[in-house]
């Protein structure tokens, strides 16, 4: 079946630094991305969304040069956090949807998540 | 925008009985609806879902219901076990919204010896 690959699954850094979070879409060509962020016990809070060799598009009150997304391929995407800050400490979500193939075009597969704590 | 609406945010059952978890939705134009269980420190995994066209599908131990008219469709899991429990999000795909989920708030499910 489909498979998201997410790296990190933690990270701790510190206040000031940038992180960078990757997801890897393994047997299909993810045509879109999406990132979402969740805090405890909340539901997904979806960041912006990215097609391949497009600029991401942000929902709104995300700040896009905090969060840069980058999808420069249909199996990689990134998200960078930059100059981060304690209230950005969260669990950070990609989830990529294949325009054809594996998944199904209506489909979405998640990745496991990277649990960010800023210090 | 779409908006959903989700019961009950906790839900516990005795093993062996059945759990269902309602979700209304507000776009009559979206067209699917897919349910997620998300573990503790996990992304969500899909576990059902259920196109506009259809009113029911089932796998297994699980089924969803949908009413469009109503605009609302509902998770049933049957013979429910220890390892069902997790929290639930339903989720709806309104048209023309750029393929974009929109989510319920969760059902945490505690299933119970």
Same mark, same amino acid.
């Given at each position: 079946g489909a498979v998201v690959s997410q790296h990190p699954s933690r990270v701790i850094c510190k206040s000031g630094t940038s992180v960078k979070i990757e997801c890897r879409s393994l047997d299909f060509q993810a045509t879109t991305m999406f990132w979402y962020r969740q805090f405890p016990k909340q539901s997904l809070m979806l960041m912006a969304t990215s097609n391949e060799g497009s600029k991401a598009t942000y929902e709104q009150g995300v700040e896009k040069d905090k969060f840069l997304i980058n999808h420069a391929s249909l199996t990689l995407s990134t998200l960078t956090v930059t100059s981060a800050h304690p209230e950005d400490s969260s669990f950070y979500i990609c989830s990529a949807s294949g325009g @054809?193939?594996?998944?199904? @075009?209506?489909g979405y597969t998640f990745g496991s998540g990277t649990r960010l704590t800023v210090v | 925008g779409e908006n959903v609406e989700q019961h009950p945010s906790t839900l516990s059952v005795q093993e062996g009985d059945s759990a269902v978890i309602k979700c209304t939705y507000s776009d009559s134009a979206s067209n699917y609806f897919p349910w997620y269980k998300q573990e503790l420190g996990k992304g969500p995994q899909l576990i059902i879902d259920i196109r506009s066209n259809v009113g029911e599908k089932k796998d297994q131990r699980i089924a969803v219901t949908l009413n469009k008219t109503a605009k609302h469709f509902s998770l049933h899991i049957t013979e429910t076990q220890p390892e069902d429990s997790a929290v639930y999000f339903c989720a709806a795909r309104p048209t023309g919204g750029g393929n974009k989920l929109t989510f319920g708030t969760g059902t945490q499910l505690k299933v119970e010896l």
């Amino acid at each position: 079946g489909a498979v998201v690959s997410q790296h990190p699954s933690r990270v701790i850094c510190k206040s000031g630094t940038s992180v960078k979070i990757e997801c890897r879409s393994l047997d299909f060509q993810a045509t879109t991305m999406f990132w979402y962020r969740q805090f405890p016990k909340q539901s997904l809070m979806l960041m912006a969304t990215s097609n391949e060799g497009s600029k991401a598009t942000y929902e709104q009150g995300v700040e896009k040069d905090k969060f840069l997304i980058n999808h420069a391929s249909l199996t990689l995407s990134t998200l960078t956090v930059t100059s981060a800050h304690p209230e950005d400490s969260s669990f950070y979500i990609c989830s990529a949807s294949g325009g @054809s193939g594996l998944p199904p @075009s209506y489909g979405y597969t998640f990745g496991s998540g990277t649990r960010l704590t800023v210090v | 925008g779409e908006n959903v609406e989700q019961h009950p945010s906790t839900l516990s059952v005795q093993e062996g009985d059945s759990a269902v978890i309602k979700c209304t939705y507000s776009d009559s134009a979206s067209n699917y609806f897919p349910w997620y269980k998300q573990e503790l420190g996990k992304g969500p995994q899909l576990i059902i879902d259920i196109r506009s066209n259809v009113g029911e599908k089932k796998d297994q131990r699980i089924a969803v219901t949908l009413n469009k008219t109503a605009k609302h469709f509902s998770l049933h899991i049957t013979e429910t076990q220890p390892e069902d429990s997790a929290v639930y999000f339903c989720a709806a795909r309104p048209t023309g919204g750029g393929n974009k989920l929109t989510f319920g708030t969760g059902t945490q499910l505690k299933v119970e010896l």
